[in-house]
């Protein structure tokens, strides 16, 4: 399975690298299945990624734009984010992804594998459950901090009394699943979407990147995460390593 992660990857990038910041790739051409506008660059990716899978057979697919697909007799899941991180790929921000994860049921917490690539330099962060997570075939592992004051987070804050002067930085980088990946490498502390809003497909393949990497992924309140793996299915999200998941959940204590 962790092939077949692999091999959609390469079609969406083969597909997506010709079009990304040009003006026909943000041309919207539908709705997705999530009830969000579809935009050219994200049908194109999923169109290919779906020819993959389709001709693997045996699947149960969930994705952003087409929503459910089954094929054959389904024995795993495979949860698919073609873009994600289209405002940047159509606008000319070089931080975009497609996520890929395979899960052994119906739920974000049987992921088996996940394979998230950067689209603009073909770089991957992949895990297997119970086998670690890793960078461009090297191991990753979460950091350490503990105290808020010295984190650099990512993320998304919309909440009434929430101070983010409380941590030392704060990016908004537009593409969830890469920000979770670099939670999981350590280059950030943690990562908080408190919108309620964050998709199962945007989360569910970075997230056993975060825990095979040490980390510790919940919702908002601190609460395990046991969401079904369908288009619908939102959720907020905090991730980090344990150390430092505890310091983003006594910042948001006060707000939430």
Do not use: W
Not at 21 to 27: D, I, K, P, S
Not at 189 to 203: C, E, H, Q, T
Not at 206 to 232: C, F, M, Q, S
């Amino acid at each position: 399975m962790q092939e077949l992660c692999n091999e959609i990857a390469d079609a969406v990038e083969e597909v997506v690298s010709p079009i990304a910041g040009e003006v026909r790739a943000g041309e919207v051409v539908g709705m997705g299945a999530d009830g969000t506008p579809t935009k050219q660059i994200d049908e194109v990716a999923e169109d290919r990624a779906l020819d993959v899978i389709r001709d693997h057979g045996d699947l149960r697919v969930v994705t952003e734009e087409a929503g459910e697909c089954v094929y054959g007799d389904p024995t795993h899941t495979v949860v698919l984010d073609p873009v994600d991180g289209t405002y940047n790929a159509t606008n000319g921000i070089p931080l975009y992804s497609v996520a890929v994860g395979v899960a052994d049921g119906d739920s974000v917490d049987e992921m088996e594998y996940a394979h998230v690539r950067e689209l603009t330099s073909g770089r991957a962060y992949t895990a297997e459950r119970g086998e670690g997570a890793y960078f461009e075939g090297e191991p990753i592992e979460v950091g350490d901090e503990s105290t808020p004051a010295k984190m650099s987070v990512g993320g998304v804050y919309n909440i009434e009394g929430f101070d983010p002067t409380r941590f030392k930085r704060v990016r908004l980088l537009g593409c969830s699943s890469l920000e979770l990946c670099y939670v999981a490498a350590g280059r950030l502390d943690g990562f908080l979407d408190m919108r309620s809003r964050l998709r199962v497909i945007d989360f569910a393949a970075a997230k056993l990147v975060v825990e095979e990497a040490g980390g510790v992924v919940t919702d908002g309140y601190g609460d395990e995460l046991h969401n079904v793996i369908a288009p619908d299915q939102r959720s907020t999200v905090v991730a980090a390593g344990p150390k430092a998941h505890d310091g983003i959940l006594d910042v948001l204590g006060g707000s939430v």
